[in-house]
């Protein structure tokens, strides 16, 4: 202990640096007064707590960022971290590292995770849930034989409805064995094929309702093709087994009341029945009498009409002239015939004539205009047979001159191109000569027109 008195601020700086000095501590508690995390920091803050003391808890929000369940009171867990001082107001306070649920906490917490998956899979919804029937006449009771459970079911089946058949199927219902001995008791009591199935057991501490939360165990149930009523613990316990069955109830007693209704209910209700259904066959006679007396009713006035149409129509075809004399309906079909033969008779000349005017009429204006066609095209011809004649070379040899041709039989254009003695051949108007060059004479200038003699 240091001789001279310290300060405040040193005093606090001496415990600091002992309680960092102490190292690491585990603690267990529950917490208490929990406020966080802080809107600002993020981290919280509560007090742990036992029966006999308490202590100031700090996680900061980094720790508080990694925890996968929700810090709140009443909460037992175990905390490893640090003691430590804050200067300013010299209070001690645990900085916890680590948070981890302990005891009763970390199977309510495991529990509610798995509760969490399965109704995200759907095997708590009630449309998916098999029907409890109203009335049961087969019961199998899945417990454990050695327990007083099953004998107060079976007393309040028999007290309740004598004609409800009970089977009983042995199981265990606690410990880390009991799940896969459910799920075979829950098998066979489906093979013989109950109106439903009671999962009953009696009351005990969370631990020993485990073997109710086993996820192979809900599954089992939520397969079952029977309905399965639960009556498991006590009223507050819910198990996973509650929350998949067909319908939970809060006792093995009331479970077992559920499911068999009282015998003077029974009564109850099949007089009702028996009411409802006298009821409405007395409705249907009733409608039926009013049927048969309104049918009976409209019956003679329906004949009395129709006999009355009847006799009518046949006044009226005794009193037809086909009716005194068949043969008069022949003679008018013959009359008809002859008059539209007449018809025709006097129709066809008349058509045939109409029908020669027509094509005489058709023949004169065809023939007028053939010959107007001819016309035209004589006119044509005479005028295209003027212009060939006057641009036929035949028609300039007409008028006295001629074409002539060397030995070779070209065409004699210039006289520069004969030589004197050679053969030519003169082609006339009508006919040709054979001449021979006697002499060239010098190609003259042309001119339009040649000098005539006087």
């Not at 005479?382 to 006295?400: D, T, Y």
């Amino acid at each position: 202990m240091p001789k001279d008195p310290l300060s405040v601020a040193r005093a606090v700086e001496v415990a600091k640096a002992t309680l960092n000095g102490m190292g690491t501590f585990r603690v267990v508690g529950e917490i208490s007064g929990f406020k966080g995390p802080n809107a600002r920091s993020g981290h919280c803050y509560f007090e742990l707590k036992d029966e006999e003391a308490s202590m100031s808890v700090i996680v900061w929000r980094s720790t508080f960022s990694r925890l996968d369940f929700e810090l709140k009171d009443g909460l037992e867990v175990e905390l490893s971290g640090v003691f430590d001082v804050y200067v300013r107001s010299g209070r001690m306070s645990f900085i916890a590292s680590k948070v981890e649920v302990t005891g009763e906490g970390a199977l309510r917490q495991r529990v509610a995770a798995l509760a969490k998956k399965l109704a995200a899979e759907g095997l708590m919804d009630e449309a998916a849930k098999r029907k409890v029937p109203a009335f049961c006449e087969r019961v199998c009771v899945v417990t454990s034989l050695s327990g007083s459970v099953k004998d107060d079911v079976v007393r309040t089946l028999a007290r309740r409805n004598r004609l409800v058949e009970v089977v009983l199927c042995s199981c265990s219902v606690q410990g880390a064995d009991a799940p896969p001995t459910i799920i075979s008791a829950l098998r066979a009591a489906e093979a013989l094929a109950p109106d439903a199935i009671l999962l009953v057991r009696g009351g005990g501490s969370y631990e020993d309702l485990m073997a109710f939360n086993d996820e192979a165990l809900a599954r089992a149930i939520a397969a079952l093709r029977v309905p399965v009523v639960t009556g498991i613990g006590h009223e507050p316990d819910v198990t996973i087994a509650d929350l998949v069955a067909s319908r939970r109830q809060s006792t093995p007693t009331s479970a077992a009341e559920s499911i068999a209704p009282p015998m003077s209910q029974l009564s109850e209700a099949l007089m009702e029945r028996s009411k409802r259904l006298e009821a409405v066959l007395a409705r249907r006679v009733d409608t039926a009498r009013e049927a048969l007396s309104g049918f009976a009713t409209r019956l003679p006035l329906s004949l009395s009409q129709g006999l009355r149409q009847r006799r009518e129509l046949l006044a009226a075809l005794a009193t037809s002239r086909v009716m005194r004399d068949p043969s008069l309906l022949v003679f008018d079909r013959a009359r008809d015939l002859d008059r539209a033969e007449e018809r025709i008779a006097d129709a066809l000349p008349r058509g045939l004539a109409r029908q020669a005017e027509l094509l005489a009429r058709l023949g004169e204006r065809a023939g007028h205009g053939a010959q107007r066609s001819l016309e035209r095209a004589s006119s044509g011809l005479s005028a295209l047979g003027a212009q060939l004649q006057a641009l036929s070379p035949l028609a300039v040899l007409g008028r006295g001159y001629a074409i002539v041709r060397d030995s070779e039989g070209h065409v004699v254009s210039s006289a520069a191109s004969l030589s004197e003695g050679q053969r030519v051949r003169a082609i006339l108007g009508e006919g040709a000569i054979e001449a021979e060059v006697l002499h060239v004479d010098a190609p003259e200038a042309p001119t339009l027109f040649r000098d005539i003699p006087a």
